[in-house]
């Protein structure tokens, strides 16, 4: 998420109630999961395993719970909960705003685009030209939408991101991380009914130009998909996954979280995908192998029985 004006970093040690270290003038000018940052964001790190991956990240100030040296032109807020810090800016430059109406005034809906009865619009979405959004579909603030998209009945876009940090010493042991990120589905892509889409927690999740999503398919949070992909029913994608153009995901496709699938990559029907995959192949199974190795597999295992009474009787005729 960027800031609308540039934020003092000695603003927000005040404001988080952390100890500054490292540059006490520099300027934050949005705030991002480590994965998604750029110069000038905030970002945060409450893990010694990740430590040195945020220090030398892109990011310019970091929220972490560990005074460490300060790698030059960086800042650091040292604070005991750098997880609750990074919610409470959250919620100070993103808040939540209540709607009152089931099209708000601040969004924008661009020319020939057909709104259907029941739909919700969210504060600050953006809808291009000539769509067409079908009955009881609900778009969360600060959705963009581009031009020719078809969605179909029954549709959220925006929900919240499914990200939690355990507590284990509490009765409520789950904090919630506050989303701040956006949905942004590109030009000509069509979502099918009951498809859910969720934010970034503070990035974008993207649906590229040209993509197709069936009926009953759940797009995690941050999850970029890329050009021109088709995917079937009831296709699962994790969070920060990143799909290639022309991908091909057929019905009940799961995908493993931070993950990437190469350009032209088929999955076909109930596979499971653990782990990246190269681009240009076929894969089935759960876990995937590539199809024509996998179906050999299956031969062997159907013959497991026949194999194992040709021994059994090899074994009898010895005796």
């Known amino acids: 998420m960027r800031f609308e004006q540039p934020v003092a970093v000695q603003w927000i ?5 952390a100890a500054l270290v490292g540059d006490t003038q520099q300027l934050a000018t949005g705030i991002n999961e480590i994965h ?12 010694e395993k990740y ?20 790698p030059p032109g960086k800042t650091l807020l040292i604070t ?5 810090a990074y919610v409470k800016i ?9 709607s ?29 030209d000539n769509c067409l959004i079908h009955p009881n579909v609900t778009i969360y603030d600060h959705t963009i939408i581009g031009d020719n ?3 179909h009945a029954g549709v959220v876009i925006g929900a919240d991101a499914f990200y939690f940090k355990r507590r284990k010493d509490r009765t409520v042991q789950y904090d919630k991380m506050e989303s701040c990120g956006r949905v942004i589905i590109e030009d000509n892509v069509e979502v099918g009914a009951a498809t859910t889409i969720d934010k970034g927690v503070s990035g974008d999740t993207i649906i590229g130009r040209g993509t197709k999503l069936d009926n009953h398919i759940h797009i995690g949070h941050g999850a970029v998909i890329g050009a021109n992909c088709l995917f079937a029913a009831q296709v699962g994608i994790g969070g920060k996954a990143i799909i290639e153009d022309e991908v091909i995901l057929w019905g009940q496709v799961g995908v493993n979280k931070d993950l990437t699938i190469g350009k032209g990559a088929v999955a076909l029907a109930q596979s499971g995908i653990p782990a990246s995959l190269e681009g ?8 995937v192998a590539e199809a024509k190795a996998k179906m050999k597999e299956l031969a062997w295992i159907k013959r497991i029985p026949e194999l194992w009474d040709r021994v059994t009787k090899s074994k009898n005729d010895l005796q």
């Open 13 to 17: 040690a005040d404001f988080t109630g």
């Open 36 to 47: 998604k940052v750029t110069p000038g964001d905030i970002s945060f790190v409450d893990h």
């Open 51 to 70: 430590y040195n991956a945020c220090l030398q990240s892109a990011a310019t100030v970091i929220i972490i719970n560990k005074e460490v040296p300060c």
């Open 80 to 84: 005991a909960d750098p997880f609750s």
């Open 90 to 98: 959250v919620t100070r430059f993103r808040p939540f705003q209540p």
């Open 100 to 128: 009152y109406k089931m099209i708000s005034d601040t969004a924008v809906i661009g020319e020939g685009t057909h709104i259907q009865p029941g739909v919700f619009i969210g504060n600050n979405v953006r809808i291009g």
């Open 149 to 151: 998209v078809i969605i």
């Open 280 to 287: 240009g192949k076929v894969y089935f199974g759960s876990p």
